[in-house]
């Protein structure tokens, strides 16, 4: 239970001083929290008990006298992340391979009999990188407040580049898709855990952004760990169901590491590289690429299918149905590809936008298909992305075009596969924002409407339409519909946009999504931009071929 407490605390725990603050008490340990405005944030909560590398995320331990719980806990080991002129990841200040540690944002006035929703965040950095200290999300706890809607919000750390191993000696050992385990372990612990903080169990939505996106869809399919059982609702910012090659794919980066951190000779090689110093192992895999590396959104760190918590190819799986049958928002920005394609800057020309694209992206792909997606994707800058900025931005020959495809690649082909199947069975909503289309040679880019979800000043905001919708979906399951008194729902700054549900016709045809436009234009449009392009897209997804080998 959640009280005011003042004592002197144990030197092992805290300073000794004298504290006022608020606490809860959960079977493993008492915890002290701290007061922010008129939030309550516990920070740093361990949610399994320190997990050695390559180890499955075990129950916490049993905690002795009052836990610190006013700051982060470390962040997991991310991998070095190459220069972007955009978005740079800095290093932590604070990383431990014992780093499953979650955050907790709350309204002061909660009790454990309030039983509020929930928003669980998985954060994004193509699963190398990011923490649960990325994102401030209590301005959006206040909104909620303000609304009369409020909210509790959880956000978790898993394992990054570590967490993801592959290989058959991985695979042996039962120790696939670890950071994928940590997020569900962490779920596990907020349906457990979340009713002493005031809020539901069973009031539960999972989100996030990016490769928090792609773990939120990968969470909804069917898996033979919790096949979203752990939810009720899910939120996904710019990433779906991603194509995974198998676990058995990632044996040349497994090996890579096993020479390169002088393991050949051993006979149980995971357990040699369980054993290298942290800071030799970290040498070696910040040699391999990363995201913003030329090999780009081709990533070597990633979920891949291992029969357990993927049972196969996630395309695949969204075609079959296989997936939680709960109401989602999904969406994405009009410009995703444009932060992924300053990496390849020294493709200028067609054989050479070819060949990128298959030996990095369509590894299972004919000549055929190679040569039909650079006669849908041109060279001719006008039709490239940033979208809707003429003959500017043209950083080099192919950049808008390199840009154009990877976001409709990775990113609009899959939402709106998930859609296509989705809609007919639950509630779905999807969204596309174009603002910061002013952004030189990144216009609406990847990441740029996480400040429209979760703004860092609310007065400062054009319009409340996206936060708003998110508070509504979190307490009532659908974006358009407030769960708060009758006198307070004016306050909820919607602009008089009704949110349609996705593939809702009109006289005007398919009118889906919600589009937000510089400087604060909120409107519905249909979901029906390059339906060639992305419909052959889609087909080469569900062939499979897009997570052959990769």
Known sequence: MVSKLFLLASQFFLPIVALDGPTVSLDYGTFLGAVD???????????????????????????????????????????????????????????????????VYMPSTAQPSSKLPVLFWIYGGGFEAGSSADLDVRPTVERSMFLGEPVIIVVTNYRLTLG????????????????????????????????????????????GQSAGAISTTLLLLSNKQNSGSLFRGAFMMSGSSWPAPTVADGQPYYDQLVVANN??????????????????????????????????????????????????????????????????????CDDEGTLFAFSSTNITTDPEFSDYVQSNFLPGGTPAEVAQIAALYPQDPVVGSPFGTGKENALTPEFKRIAAFMGDFFFQSLRRLFLQHAYETQNTWS??????????????????????????????MPDTVAVDSLINFLNTLDPNMSAAPKALRSRSNTTGVFWPKWQTASSEGSMSLLTLSDPGVVNVTADDFRAREIDFLTNLHLEGVTAIGL
């Open 263 to 332: 393991c050949t000779a051993a006979t149980d090689t995971l357990d040699c590289l369980k054993r290298v110093p942290f800071d030799k192992f970290a040498a070696t895999f910040n040699k391999t690429a990363d995201f913003f590396s030329y090999r780009s959104l081709s990533l070597v760190w990633r979920p891949r299918v291992d029969g357990d918590v993927l049972v196969r190819n996630p395309p695949l799986s969204v075609a079959l149905g296989e997936f939680a049958k709960i109401p989602i928002l999904s969406g994405d």
């Open 164 to 207: 993801f191993l592959a290989g058959k000696e991985v695979s042996d050992a039962g120790v696939t898709n670890l950071g994928f385990r940590d997020q569900i372990f962490a779920l596990q612990w907020a349906k457990k855990y979340i009713s002493s903080f005031g809020g539901d169990p069973e009031k539960i939505v999972v989100g």
């Open 37 to 103: 405005g008129n939030l309550t944030k516990f920070l740093g909560i361990p949610f399994a008990s320190p997990t050695g590398r390559f180890e499955l995320p075990q129950p916490p331990v049993q905690l002795h006298g009052l836990q610190n719980a006013t700051v982060f806990g470390p962040a997991c080991p991310p991998q070095a992340i190459s220069p972007n002129p955009i978005l740079s990841f800095g290093y932590p200040s604070s990383v431990s391979e014992a780093c499953l540690f979650l955050d």
């Open 431 to 460: 969204w596309l924002s174009k603002r910061g289309k002013s952004t030189p040679n990144a216009g609406a880019t990847h990441g740029s409407d996480l400040g429209i979800f979760f703004p860092a000043n609310i007065s400062s």
